[in-house]
């Protein structure tokens, strides 16, 4: 299945959607299949800034434990309750009810150096 | 890499392939917490097609594995099966293994990592006996089937296999196959393990997964993968090599010790004077289960406290699909268990609180 082309992509596998003057963070479906069911989400940081490169928190699934990273400097403004309720919603639709954090971001122009749905894709298949 | 003679079975069922052991192995078709429950309360069909299976035969047969083999297995009945281990001259385990014992020979299930190591060692300890080892494990194809249903599931083409007891096996002829199935298995459930002929491997499938058209529920077992096998073996409290035993690891201190022999003579076996010492003495370390507190996992490696002292180590760990929290298992400190202290396991430099159980977490009903 192909990435959503309305967003960028780190190299580990967070998606980022700009929108509304905000940044959506998830994973990619990639990533999220890798993983396997989903069973625990930890947002360390529920609010405040962040830097690109700096984890926000911790993925579990049945059979391993990642963190996950924000690719962009700027201020955690939103946490998707949602999913920390209940995880395996990230499994069942992670390109949109499954986000994670929106960032107010400070420099949108680091969203450029991330990769398109075509690249992300074209090295993760 | 090696793949079984299941694996176009595997691709149609949208299997997800991870390698082990050099495997293409199945890890999961759907969810592994899906297959895991589908094991749980109807049945589930694993390919262990990658284990290790070594036919022992010879007039020297029996002292080769009296020797190599923790447990005494000359007693051992044709149609009977026993679980043992295979030790180093210190007692640390080379493998756990399935002994089988036919009427002119014997068979051994390896785990895949250790079919080489264990083939090495067995050849090196022949010396002078009449002993013929045979790599059977490409000839051949395995498949468990596991959980509640599965018992009436085989009861429609066999009145043998269900009456089978726990670690016997029976030769089943059906049509060109022979298949040798055991009721045993590692998911905690009822259930059997079926070994086969891989040119009779696609037949057979379809065989043990055809339908009953009178079944009120219209599939009782369906394809799981590793994944789903991982986590119900934890939540049995059974070992996995790698995990919770490794050549440094004694069985006793495994919890293990049903299936050591310390009064072996006809021969000794290699690792009995070092597991002796160990059984006199208390091993140093002991396999415990540990339930924690909210929904985080430890992994293999996370460290073990009892109050502010580090005890010991998780060997593995998950959140129990069926009891619906953490559990692990992990070797601690012997002497450290009789206190009142909490214990907590470390996760992401953060500690949580733990509940030392017994083993297994899970039995079934």
């Known amino acids: ?125 | 890499m090696q793949r079984t003679p299941f694996y176009k079975f595997h691709s149609q069922h949208g299997a997800r392939f991870v390698d082990f052991a050099g495997w293409e192995m199945p890890i999961m078709y759907r969810s592994i917490i899906e297959e895991h429950r589908q094991v749980r309360t109807a049945g589930g069909l694993f390919d262990v097609s990658h284990m290790g299976r070594l036919k022992i035969s010879g007039r020297d047969a029996r002292r080769l594995l009296e020797r190599t083999l923790t447990r005494r297995i000359s007693d051992m009945k044709q149609g009977a099966c026993r679980y043992s281990l295979v030790c180093n001259e210190q007692g640390g385990v080379l493998d756990d293994v399935l002994v089988y014992r036919f009427e002119y020979h014997w068979l051994l299930v390896v785990n895949a990592s250790n079919r080489e190591k264990i083939l090495a060692h067995l050849h090196a300890h022949v010396g002078d006996w009449a002993v013929k080892i045979e790599d059977q494990t490409l000839s051949t194809a395995m498949v468990a089937l596991q959980g509640p249903r599965v018992m009436d599931q085989i009861a429609r083409f066999s009145t043998e296999v269900p009456n089978l007891r726990r670690y016997s096996f029976c030769i089943k002829k059906l049509l060109a196959l022979e298949m040798t199935i055991s009721r045993t298995g590692y998911t905690g459930e009822d259930g059997v393990e079926v070994i086969l002929p891989s040119l009779m491997a696609g037949m057979a499938i379809k065989l043990l997964l055809r339908e009953d058209p009178d079944s009120q529920n219209s599939v009782s077992i369906q394809p799981a993968g590793l994944g789903a096998r991982d986590t119900l073996r934890m939540e049995a409290g059974m070992p996995l090599y790698g995990h919770e035993l490794d050549e440094a690891t004694d069985p006793i201190s495994a919890g293990l010790l049903f299936a050591v022999s310390l009064d072996k003579d006809d021969p000794t076996f290699i690792g009995q004077e070092a597991l002796k010492k160990i059984a006199q003495d208390g091993p140093a370390r002991r396999l415990i289960g540990l339930k924690l507190d909210g929904r985080r996992t430890a992994r293999q490696g996370a460290s073990v406290y009892i109050g502010d002292s580090h005890v010991g180590n998780v060997t593995s760990g998950c959140l129990s699909p069926t009891l619906g929290f953490p559990i692990v298992m992990a070797y601690i400190e012997a002497d450290r268990l009789d206190t009142d202290a909490t214990a907590s396991v470390e996760i992401s430099s953060k500690r949580v609180d733990a509940q030392v159980t017994a083993l297994p977490f899970y039995k079934r009903p």
């Open chain 1, 1 to 125: 299945m192909a990435s959503p082309h309305d967003r960028k992509y780190l190299q580990t596998h967070e998606w980022h959607k700009p929108e509304d003057g905000l940044v959506t963070i998830g994973l990619s479906k990639f990533a999220v299949d890798e993983l396997t069911d989903i069973t625990y989400v930890d947002v360390a940081k529920t609010q405040g800034p962040i830097k690109a490169g700096e984890s926000f928190g911790e993925i579990e699934s049945v059979k391993a434990t990642s963190d996950m990273y924000c690719g962009i400097d700027g201020v955690i403004v939103e946490v998707n309750q949602l999913v920390i309720d209940d995880p395996s919603i990230i499994n069942q639709d992670p390109f949109e009810r499954g986000w994670l954090i929106k960032v107010e971001p400070t420099d949108t122009a680091q969203l450029d150096a991330m990769m398109t749905a075509a690249k992300y894709d074209q090295e993760n298949h």
